[in-house]
């Protein structure tokens, strides 16, 4: 796996990968909230998302959504904490001290060396949502890169319900990144690419990812064209995500965060095998959504985890981190 | 709040469900537990909760389906011991098991 | 009377031909992408080696998970029928077989005739078959012959977490990353893969002798720690990757076209299978 030196934009991005044949690899992100003054905030926290496969970290100054960086997850946690966390304070001159209380969460036990607390991706990614979308979710399907979650979400945000698979690679952003080294197209195209097709293919009929791999070979040998068998693959996982969906059960507003969030090959399928459309994926608070605030599915996660920390200050149970 | 412990894959649906409203904390279920999957302690997904509830222990989680097998949970002679001992009835497995390893 | 029986696995195809007790040629080649043309093929092969022509076959019993893609089989029975005539024929103190495939683990209690009594399989996960293992020996760059030898040089036991053939192999890489030596990496991953066999196993109860087939028999590694972890002897038979084309063959010779195993269990009624032939 080549390091690619410092942070590239999208478009230079994509070409290195096409030169380096890395197709899971996507664009890494930062941004940061020039509507907002930090010195003049009251209560600053923030949430570290470790995921397995991408590292949010999120900053929020009194409750009000503030910085962001969005990035590859490295060879252990700690770094991958840190390189978040630096990338999403790069773009402003507020350091780790500067922060009231500092939230850890993601896949696993993860170590946040910066969090002073750690809660559990799935109360964070439900919390998160309802900020996100709204009061109105109900229903929150996160599909992260190794993992893949439905939670039930009351209008808080609590947690009524979840089930969630860590097991098997089978509708988890890794299923997909395997499938797009195989044929070889980056993962950020195969939404729009599922759809250039005549006719919709039927799904590879193989749950296991290792299984399904030789399937779509098999495809590939016997001339189908590259866009159907993308499609095929992308029926396999909306049916595979919606069987996970079935047992629990979708109500509306439903919602999907993490990374196949942003790809419309499955999640368009999803939604039509439910018969249920999932929430425009625009803020709910309006001033964000006019604003032109960047609205990422992957930031779930660790929003929900620099709200808690807001609320556990609030609360009293918590004590405030500030070093300066 | 329903938690559903275990995975999915391509043979079958492994959950171990635990009703934590109905859930009291005893911890019997843990004690009787065979293969040991079951703790007791604090609600991490509902973080203010008062209560301690009962949950299947991190590292159990993606290898309950060969835990649980031998006490034929769902479809078994009798139930399976920690369904068996808990009042409230809090425990529940899924059908992974009685579909994938038959009627007994 | 000769018979033919062909054991159409995820990977490999195997061909037995046998004129009443003996076994006159055998043959394997993959099963390949097309595998109703890979059977032809094979079938044609095998006879030349014998000597003879389709015209001198009796009957031919498929058996294995792509049995009815078989055009010239006269009958199919399933895996676990086959694996239990075959073992039974070659091992008479048989009572449990333990068959490990490319794409699926299956534990089989059998009576002394050769019959089904009771079974469990892992199936449509790659985590307790060949395929985990074969996926491990990629990511360790190693032969799957050599990753069978280094396991026994292997000096520290590591646990893994992955219970997935994808994660796993994410796993192994990063064990790789971090100079972990590969003899204890290939002895990790057959703990794991032989911990999920035998968990199957004990669902249909281990009693001795406890036979080994399938692909992974041949692998000394898995088989070596198979026994540790069930902690009971094993026997492996002479070509254990072709019990299923021995049994189906033995099948043919009594006349038991098609076999309906489960009917009856010990009084049980019929196990239902997952429908779970989903993504």
Not at chain 3, 224 to 252: F, Q, R, T, W
Request: with cysteine; aromatic share 6%; proline share 4%.
């Amino acid at each position: 796996m080549t390091q690619l030196p410092g942070i590239k934009r999208e478009k230079e991005m994509a070409e290195e990968v096409m030169k380096a044949r890395e197709f899971w690899r996507w664009p890494e992100t930062n941004w940061v909230n020039l509507d907002i003054d930090w010195k003049k905030g009251k209560v600053i926290t923030a949430g570290v998302d470790v995921g397995s496969v991408s590292t949010q970290a999120v900053i929020m100054v009194d409750g009000e959504f503030f910085a962001y960086g969005n990035t590859r997850t490295g060879s252990d946690s700690p770094t991958s904490a840190q390189k978040g966390m630096g990338f999403g304070l790069a773009k402003t001159d507020m350091k780790i001290e500067n922060m009231d209380y500092c939230i850890g969460t993601g896949y696993g036990r993860v170590n946040v060396p910066m969090a002073q607390q750690f809660i559990t991706e799935i109360s964070c990614h439900a919390r998160g949502a309802n900020f996100m979308y709204g009061p109105e979710v109900r229903t929150v399907m996160d599909m992260g890169g190794q993992d893949c979650k439905a939670i039930h979400v009351d209008d808080r945000g609590k947690v009524l319900n979840f089930m969630m698979n860590d097991k098997c690679a089978a509708g988890t952003g890794r299923g997909m990144e395997v499938f797009a080294d195989l044929i070889g197209v980056p993962v950020w195209e195969i939404g729009t690419r599922s759809f250039k097709i005549q006719k919709e293919p039927p799904r590879i009929s193989s749950t296991c990812v290792v299984f399904a791999k030789s399937e779509v070979v098999g495809l590939l040998e016997s001339g189908m064209p590259e866009n159907d068998i993308i499609a095929a693959y992308c029926s396999a996982m909306a049916h595979r995500i919606l069987e996970l969906l079935n047992r629990l059960g979708v109500k509306e507003k439903f919602v999907i965060t993490g990374g196949i969030a942003k790809n419309e090959g499955v999640v368009k399928r999803l939604e039509k095998e439910l018969s249920i459309k999932t929430a425009e994926r625009v803020w709910s608070k309006k001033e964000y959504m006019d604003r032109g605030y960047p609205f990422d599915t992957q930031l779930a996660g660790a929003i929900g985890a620099a709200l808690f920390g807001n609320v556990l200050l609030k609360m009293g149970k918590a004590k405030s981190a500030r070093k300066a | 709040m329903i938690a559903n412990y275990g995975f999915k894959d391509g043979s079958g649906d492994w959950y171990v469900t635990i009703d934590t409203d109905k859930c009291n904390g005893c911890g019997k279920c843990s004690e009787v537990c065979p293969a040991k999957v079951l703790g007791v302690g604090p609600d991490e997904i509902d973080i203010f909760g008062e209560k301690p509830v009962a949950f299947v222990k991190h590292e159990e989680r993606k290898k309950i389906k060969y835990s649980c097998a031998p006490c034929r949970p769902g479809y078994g002679v009798e139930p399976a011991p920690c369904v068996a001992i808990c009042e409230p009835q809090a425990i529940t497995h899924s059908e992974g098991w009685k579909l994938q390893f038959g009627f007994r | 009377m000769i018979v033919v029986g062909i054991d159409v696995g995820g990977k490999n195809l195997h061909i037995v031909v046998k004129k009443g007790g003996q076994i006159l040629a055998k043959a394997t080649g993959p099963t390949g992408i097309k595998k109703a043309e890979a059977a032809e093929q094979l079938y044609d092969e095998v006879l030349n080696k014998a000597g003879l022509t389709r015209k001198d076959v009796e009957r031919v019993v498929a058996t294995g998970s792509s049995a009815k893609r078989v055009a010239f089989a006269s009958g199919a029975i399933p895996d676990a029928a086959a694996d239990a005539r075959g073992v039974t024929k070659l091992v008479p103190s048989a009572r449990t077989v333990i068959d490990v495939g490319a794409e699926e683990g299956r534990a089989i209690k059998v009576s002394p005739e050769g019959k089904v009594l009771d079974f469990a399989t892992n199936d449509k996960c790659a985590a307790g078959t060949g395929t985990f293992v074969e996926a491990m020996s990629r990511a360790l760059e190693v032969s799957l012959d050599e990753m069978s030898e280094i396991t026994f040089q292997s000096t520290q036991t590591l646990s893994t977490n992955a219970q997935c053939a994808v994660f796993g192999e994410s796993e192994v890489v990063s064990l790789i990353h971090q100079k972990t030596p590969k003899p204890d990496i290939a002895r990790a991953v057959m703990n794991a893969v032989a911990g999920r066999v035998a968990s199957i196993a004990r669902i249909v109860g281990l009693e001795k002798d406890v036979v080994v087939v399938g692909g992974m028999a041949k692998n000394a590694g898995f088989v070596d720690s198979l026994k540790k972890n069930i902690d009971m002897n094993l026997v492996v038979p002479e070509d254990p990757d072709y019990i299923g084309a021995l049994g189906a063959a033995e099948a043919a010779l009594t006349g038991a076209m098609t076999e309906q195993v489960d009917a009856k269990i010990l009084g049980k009624e019929p196990s239902q299978r997952g429908k779970v032939n989903c993504f």
